[in-house]
């Protein structure tokens, strides 16, 4: 039922038709479309999509929307994060304790790191000095040394039930993390490897996000449907606020432009995007199928979805607010990514 865009034909989403009538109009809906010409076949690098019920990654031609490839890596891939040296993007394979390395231009597999504890969330610290894992399904935060190549055990961290996403503060100093099965909220001290503090947060939350003065921590409660606003610039965090959005609210992608956040409301079947500096929402659009990873193009206009429920990347126009394409993929997509996105 949809099929892959092209200038012969419309995309379909569960909500909306759009119709095209000519080979420009679809290069205006293209990534590149501020360039006078199309970029040759091959020179923007691919999207990548993890599977985590198949247990491979689909590889994504930008250029022309299609599946090229799937990559097999271990069991529920859920999360991937770019190297510091950007010559690999690791996937992490939760159910099989590895991490698949991956050329993010050539999307060629380079190797297999084996050994790592249930790493169903990663993140590098802004330093590039640290590498974290939360262990969704064994209940701990490992930190990791960053040594260049690999990462290096340094100690474990052990959590309540169902340890989530991560993040760290800009100087590097503080790993965040949700614990959504008990509700929580906690803070690691990187230099000390020890429990700062933890603080009861709204139902399930997921994924957060700091504002970039580091002074406020946004947190996607996905047993509800708003996100819960924490200061956490004091020694003890505190409650601000809580941002209406939509059911399931869950995960967070930057817009590119330092100000803006989106989230997607993986139950109600929208984005919202969030204003940092007023702490509301902005603006909303449809994004059929549950979404929940997503990624912003280089230049910010194009927002992609993982359609969790509907085996479907989502592309959406942020400017004209309107889906343009849906390409198929495989199980349960989860997390996307690509080395063309915007500044983070």
Not at 240 to 266: E, M, Q
Not at 278 to 304: H, I, N, Q, W
Request: a positive charge.
């Amino acid at each position: 039922m949809n099929k892959p865009f092209t200038p012969f034909s419309a995309p379909l989403s569960r909500r909306l038709w759009l119709t095209w009538g000519t080979a420009s109009v679809f290069a205006a809906h293209q990534p590149w479309a501020s360039a006078q010409t199309a970029p040759a076949a091959g020179t923007l690098p691919p999207i990548f999509v993890l599977n985590s019920l198949d247990a491979n990654v689909s590889v994504i031609d930008p250029q022309t929307w299609k599946e090229t490839q799937r990559i097999p890596t271990g069991k529920e891939p859920h999360h991937l994060y770019l190297t510091p040296d950007e010559k690999s993007v690791i996937v992490a394979n939760a159910g099989s304790n590895s991490l698949t390395f991956i050329d993010p231009r050539t999307a060629q597999v380079q190797r297999v790191v084996r050994d790592i504890s249930d790493p169903y969330h990663l993140r590098f610290s802004p330093d590039m000095k640290w590498f974290i894992t939360a262990a969704n399904r064994l209940n701990h935060v490992d930190l990791y040394r960053w040594n260049g190549t690999d990462p290096v055990f340094v100690k474990r961290i052990p959590t309540n039930k169902t340890p989530s996403h991560l993040w760290i503060d800009r100087k590097s100093t503080v790993v965040y993390a949700t614990v959504q099965d008990d509700d929580e909220l906690i803070a690691i001290d990187l230099a000390t490897q020890t429990l700062r503090w933890k603080i009861k947060t709204g139902k399930m939350p997921a994924d957060l996000y700091g504002t970039p003065d580091d002074k406020f921590l946004l947190i996607g409660l996905t047993g509800s449907d708003s996100v819960e606003v924490f200061d956490v610039s004091g020694p003890q965090p505190k409650v601000v606020k809580r941002i209406p959005t939509g059911n399931g609210a869950h995960a967070f992608r930057g817009a590119g432009d330092g100000r803006h956040v989106y989230l997607g409301n993986r139950v109600a079947n929208t984005i919202s995007k969030i204003d940092l500096q007023t702490l509301a929402v902005m603006d909303s659009f449809a994004a059929p199928g549950g979404p929940d990873c997503m990624e912003v193009m280089k230049g910010g206009r194009y927002l992609l979805v993982s359609s969790r429920w509907a085996k479907k990347v989502t592309v959406i126009d942020t400017q004209s607010r309107q889906i343009i394409q849906q390409v198929p993929v495989g199980k349960s997509p989860h997390g996307i990514w690509t080395l063309a996105h915007a500044p983070r």
